[in-house]
């Protein structure tokens, strides 16, 4: 299983980015799929998260109204829409899956050593 972000990019403050996380290889239908960012040298925060399953979604608080989280269950990806962007949300964007039925609340959505399984990374730069 392989995770691919794509549609980073470098934008001004007030405009919007989606960016792409794309499933290959084996993905169980029902996951938590979690967007985390890192800034420089900081440890990777959650941002959102989904649940494949029902498509029951949660955000961190920095970023409640302005980013969106959906799923294409038919691709395998998950979008994070990036709105009203502001320069603190300059960061490496990275989606990672959960484990298999494993719904995001029991999960611990936000913790970083809940997941195995990450992408390489989009860089997002709001200038």
């Known amino acids: 299983v392989q995770l691919v972000e794509s549609g980073g990019g470098s934008v001004q403050a007030g405009e919007s980015l989606r960016v792409s996380c794309a499933g290959t290889?084996?993905?169980?239908?029902?996951?938590?799929v979690t967007w985390f960012r890192q800034k420089s040298e900081n440890e990777r925060e959650g941002v959102a998260a989904i649940w494949t399953r029902g498509g029951y979604t949660y955000y961190d608080s920095s970023v409640k109204d302005r980013f969106t989280i959906s799923e294409d269950l038919n691709r395998d990806t998950v979008y994070l829409q990036m709105n009203s962007l502001k320069s603190e949300d300059t960061a490496m964007y990275y989606c990672?899956?959960?484990?298999?039925?494993?719904?995001?609340?029991?999960?611990?959505?936000?913790?970083?050593?809940?997941?195995?399984?990450w992408g390489q990374g989009t860089q997002v730069t709001v200038s």
């Open positions: 990672a899956a959960g484990p298999p039925s494993i719904d995001c609340l029991s999960l611990g959505w936000s913790r970083e050593n809940a997941y195995s399984i």
């Open positions: 290889g084996y993905t169980p239908s029902a996951k938590c």
